[in-house]
């Protein structure tokens, strides 16, 4: 076992780990300030305390105002970005963990194509015969079944290295066919099918972010839990089963985790590639591989990036916004350029 395995001598919350966590607040704090309409910090603290005392004359309609922007547009987007985010790292992780390879990411093999196929298919049958739980429901099981289709090929091949890449782009490049077909069926609403499949966050609301959060809160806790066996599992299956790991129901239960923190987090906000590519084989460099660390690092890191991905997005050309899909594409295509490039990319696992 290689000393990137073995327990940490400090614990898993240690200063670079809340550094990281602590980015979190100043740039949400900046992303409530900037906007079409900027608020100066007075302006928001002022919204805070201003039920503690009574209202002053000539200010409460300014107030109102403020309090809508800041508790019903901003606020919620806010939060569900950093729970997209999270979610998108820990999702990551889990990938990497799950294929033990670095360049393994549920944008990479696939699953978010297959989670949008799903969650396109549904908001086409909105209205028609199911209710507009279809997009989620259809969304999670595109993405399982895509999932599963790639582990199965993987497994397959006798390898789960470069062939699940392979299978991946294989399963992703059918997924984009049938949803493109599915576009071309779509009428009156091709351009906010289009436009929701670049990626965004403009529809965000409380309802998302507890659905989002919903999901993300026990995956976490699971994978946090099985970190010790995840730390195993890099050695290999055999190694593993060898170890009294059962690798067989903890790959389903893996699976099942990508599966839903994907699945979810497209119906919410789209399609969203890299993040869950970059961050945790970013920060694998610096912590380590020991999942104990690597799964708080990777959600702090993954709710950082697109906060900041999300506050570029609206604020660059505004009052108009980018998708922020393509800042994370143009941000992660390079940076997997890198690593495909990179001598002997399998050996970062361990």
């Not at 991946?168 to 499949?197: H, M, P």
Request: glycine share 10%.
């Amino acid at each position: 076992m290689t000393d990137d395995l073995l327990p940490p001598t400090r614990s898993c919350l240690n200063g670079p780990l809340w550094l990281l966590g602590l980015l979190i607040f100043p740039t949400a704090l900046l992303a409530l300030m900037v906007g079409s309409t900027d608020l100066a910090p007075a302006d928001i603290f002022q919204m805070i305390v201003r039920p503690l005392w009574p209202a002053q004359p000539n200010t409460t309609d300014q107030h109102d105002t403020i309090a809508r922007i800041v508790l019903l547009i901003r606020l919620p987007r806010i939060m569900l970005a950093l729970a997209i985010g999270a979610g998108m790292g820990i999702a990551g992780v889990a990938s990497q963990t799950l294929f033990r390879n670095p360049l393994a990411s549920p944008y990479v093999i696939g699953v978010s194509n297959g989670a949008a196929l799903g969650a396109v298919a549904g908001m086409l049958l909105v209205g028609n015969w199911f209710g507009y739980g279809a997009v989620a429901l259809l969304s999670v099981i595109g993405g399982l079944t895509v999932a599963m289709i790639v582990l199965y090929l993987a497994r397959r091949a006798g390898a789960m290295g470069y062939a699940l890449l392979l299978a991946g782009i294989a399963i992703s490049a059918l997924c984009s066919a049938l949803t493109a077909a599915a576009l071309y069926l779509a009428g009156e609403r091709l351009q906010t099918l289009v436009f929701w499949l670049m990626g965004g966050l403009w529809q965000a609301n409380w309802g998302d972010t507890l659905m989002m959060s919903g999901v993300l809160i026990p995956a976490g806790l699971f994978l946090l839990y099985q970190a010790p066996a995840l730390n195993v599992l890099l050695l290999g299956e055999r190694s593993a089963t060898d170890l009294g790991i059962r690798t067989g129901r903890l790959q389903v239960k893996l699976l099942l985790v990508i599966a839903l923190l994907t699945s979810v987090a497209v119906s919410l906000s789209g399609v969203i590639g890299f993040i869950g590519l970059i961050v945790p084989h970013v920060l694998r460099l610096h912590f380590g591989a020991d999942h104990r660390r690597l799964i708080p690092a990777s959600a702090a890191g993954g709710a950082l990036l697109l906060l900041v991905a999300d506050t570029l997005a609206r604020t660059l050309v505004r009052p108009a916004e980018i998708p922020v899909g393509i800042l994370t594409a143009m941000i992660g295509a390079p940076v997997f350029l890198w690593m495909l490039l990179r001598h002997n990319p399998q050996r970062e696992m361990t």
